[in-house]
């Protein structure tokens, strides 16, 4: 059983994929006006980047602190109406 590696070629091949889905769906999203006209692909990375940090916590604050997270990002990257 192979396994990949943050270093292999699969994993490059991988995060390349993930990263043109994610493309996808962004594009999709703010043409449906459901999310900030300014928005990117990499505005959406940034926020999973910083939601990793919520792992880091202990468990008796980490719900509250994910849900507000969530709260603030999606406040964030919501289109105006």
């Known amino acids: 059983m192979s396994t990949i590696t943050s270093n292999s070629v699969g994993a490059a091949a991988y995060r390349r994929q993930l ?3 994610l493309q996808d769906l962004v594009q999709r999203v703010r ?4 999310i900030r006209a300014d ?3 990499d ?3 940034l926020a999973l980047v ?3 940090g919520l792992a880091a916590m ?3 604050s980490r719900e509250a602190a994910a849900r507000r997270f969530a709260t603030l990002i999606l406040d964030a ?3 105006e109406p």
């Open 77 to 79: 990257l919501r289109a």
């Open 58 to 60: 202990g468990a008796s």
């Open 50 to 52: 910083a939601a990793r």
């Open 19 to 21: 990263v043109a889905m």
């Open 43 to 45: 505005d959406v990375i």
């Open 31 to 34: 043409s449906g006006r459901s």
């Open 39 to 41: 928005c990117t692909t």
